[in-house]
């Protein structure tokens, strides 16, 4: 032990330091002279515990860096067995504990102090009656050490402490002043694993619940500390089995309905919290769960929840109890007669080990059995697992509604170095070029017969890449008809709905396009580029031009429509725009269904609805029963490099396994690509947690759900009665894959992907279509069957859409849209089968909402920008022509 000497030359103190002396005096009195001279001891720990109550400067010198003042005062208190001198002692420790940010409670621990003070309590215990002063003393002690004690648990257990903190509670749960303490300490206690199974063998849990009891405004630190002390205890399973079987399940709800009823300035918080994690705890087991269901558990926390929604403050609250309720819904399977893809290919060589093998080997029904996680739940072995309070368990986090994105985002990190990387910038151009802030210059191919080329030049002239674009003469001003005259050349037209908000429309500016069918056009006078080579005046265009390129084509094109037949032929000398070099007189008369060799393309409305409705077409059919004619503009000429009728050829030379025979409208009319980046839709808050609780909702109010089967394609089923109350659902064609939709409210679609073919998984990427909507209605889609933890949909990226009507008004592509848009877990559940051993997965539900701008339109949705095989074909073909 350091001499007080030396502690003088170390700090630079003054040697009339009266704490210093004291110290120095207490340190000369060993046991012996400790029991002999009582009184001196009482006055010598006196005067130093008022020295470091009275003065900073006492309590700095008796822990800086060096001294011997800690030592000195565990050693005292070790010899002591006067009352009063270990009372003085206890005194000083605590004035010293309760500063210093930790620092010196660490010390205190590391020089043996949490052995002394168990000790001590041991001693205590013995005396007849123990003394309260002291157990009080000595637990709130205990209190400030035992968190920065990783052993602590483990000592207590070792020592007898745990037995002598609980009898001296059960003694005492009148005397909340002694009481407070003890539940602190026995909160940390019961971080142990082994010690809580030891305490609730001791009836402590069930001594928690006397002392937790209803709404009252006296001793809300006490129920505080007795619930995070049961909330601890809870974390045993065979603790919670405990409250199971007592049925204190519905206590703990009625006591939270208790005091969320009377709290009604959310004053008591923190308790209310606590009652939760109870709750929490106890349904982490199967039992539980049942006995929360039992007790009508979830109609009580989803009306609580709903009454704290509107508090900001209340957040961990709700948190809580959507964590609960998701995790007692009771788990499904999928609404499907097997997971396994509905389409079989069979391969010419099975491997008989192979996923294949083993996945088509199994009988009927057991690939999508629901596994719980905790079907074979056991007894915890008593082994030593301390501070579990650190452990933070899965089962407790709502990791997939976290509102921080900046934690969802993932840690990007490039496997190679950048100067690796650069060796691949031939390849991938996008590693060191800014397409956004280049000039695109549009050259003439050699080829009177071919579309014309360009090359993409940088300004630094780094490389240049040949790439197959649209060009023709551009009509004047003057050729251009107005929309209005457009309109007039059909009989009965209206002006089709104006796009919608939620979806910009870009257009494109005819001025820059040319029908590069029309050979006998003359070409632009050719302006040279910085490179040496020219390229036509009317492609020499800004970023920033040719994002507004987009914005002019709507007007011309806005008013077309279905018309009879007859009409049609007797109207088309008369009425039809005398200029026949503007694209919008270019016109493809459709019949609806087209028939091309048998080939039908798919007809607007998913069969029942007719595109163009709202221009006034009766949609009358002839004679022969052959639908009216579609006049939509010829996509061949608007969108050189994409030529329907080569698309319908390859897809007729196309083998599929489903064997579709209809044509998606986007993969027909083609799709003119954004020139600009497309910004994320911010996250609203709280629109997850909204999206579960509508979920939970179904299992509250069975009754509102409809749970009606709109399409199946495991079921076909006749053409649905076209009443308007449903939508209508296809994906039988090239590159579709929803299995089946269930109509669960009005406005509200379960859509569940089908599998890869010969697989019972990956269901991330969709296409399909949707017909018969209302304008006005806010439509809900819910893939459910998604199996990735996190999706690009949570950090701001749209769903996207393809509308038939905005295609044939002069605007094919794919927007971007959707609100609400959210990726979440959900109750169905995924068997070990399709997890690949794993047990306890779910899959995960992405959902949107759509606004739909047109009535009876037809719209397809995509995760991305749907190429199919037929349209590579038709890519390879046509170059190949040329």
Known sequence: MATLEKLHSQLSVPSNSRVLMLLGQLERMNREVMLRDVETARQVTAKIYHLIQTQERSGKEVMSKGSSGMEVILASLENSRDVQTTLNIMYILSELLTVGRGRRVGVFVSK????????????????IPPSEELMLQLHALLAKVGPKDRTFGLKA????????????MKQNLQNTKLLLPCLQVLRIYSTNSVNAISLGKNGV??????????????????FKVALEALGALLKSKTNARRVVDSGLVSVLLALYLDWHRNDTRHCCMLIRKGLLVCLRNITNIKLGRKAFLEADGMRILYNSSAECLPVRTLDPLVNTSSLIMRKCFPKNRLPLPTIKSAFHFQLPHVPPEGPVAQLYSQPPGVDDVVDESDDNEELEAETDTEND???????????????DLNKLHPKRTIGCSFEELKVYQMFFSELSEDFQGYNFEFLKSASPTSSSAYFFSSPS??????????????????QIPHSQDVCNSVKKHQTLSSPSPSSPQTPLDLGTIHLSKDKDKKEDTNIPTPDGHTAPPSFCRSPSQGHMMEQELSHPLECLSLEDKGNQNAEAGSERVKNEESPVNNLRHIQSPLLLGGFPIRRAGGGGSNVGSDCGSEGAEDEAGEGGVLEVPDTA??????????????????????????VAYPDYFGHVAPMFKEPLLERIYGVQRSKIFQDIERLIHPNDILDKVVYDIDHPSPVTEENGESLKFNSQFESGNLRKAVQVRK??????????????????????EVSGMRVGATYRFNIINCEKSNSQFNYGMQVLMYSVQEAISGRPRWVRTGTDICYYKNHFARSSIA????????????????????????CYFAYHYPYTYSTLKSVVADGRSH
């Open 461 to 478: 002239a780094r490389f240049t890449r040949p790439v197959v674009v649209p060009t023709a003469e551009a009509p004047s001003p003057k």
């Open 389 to 403: 309070e650190d452990d933070k368990e899965q089962c407790n986090l709502n990791d997939d509604i976290e509102t």
């Open 112 to 127: 043996g102090g949490t052995g002394i003070l168990f000790q001590i309590l041991i001693l205590a215990s013995k005396e």
């Open 637 to 662: 000429q608007l969108l050189p490099l994409h030529d329907p009728d080569l698309y319908v050829e390859m897809v007729k030379g196309t083998e599929s396994v489903p064997q579709y025979a209809e």
């Open 835 to 858: 997890t690949g051993g794993q047990k306890g997965k779910s899959y995960y539900t992405l959902t949107f909402s759509i606004n739909f701008s047109h009535k009876d339109d037809v």
């Open 157 to 168: 257990r070792l020592t007898g402490a745990l037995n002598i903190t609980v009898n001296v």
């Open 747 to 768: 406005y509200e679609y379960d859509l569940i992907l089908n599998a890869d073919i010969n697989s019972n998984h990956y269901h991330q990427w969709f296409y399909f």
């Open 205 to 222: 849990v069930e001594l928690m619940f006397k002392i937790v009891g209803p709404y009252s405004k006296k001793n809300t630190s006490l």
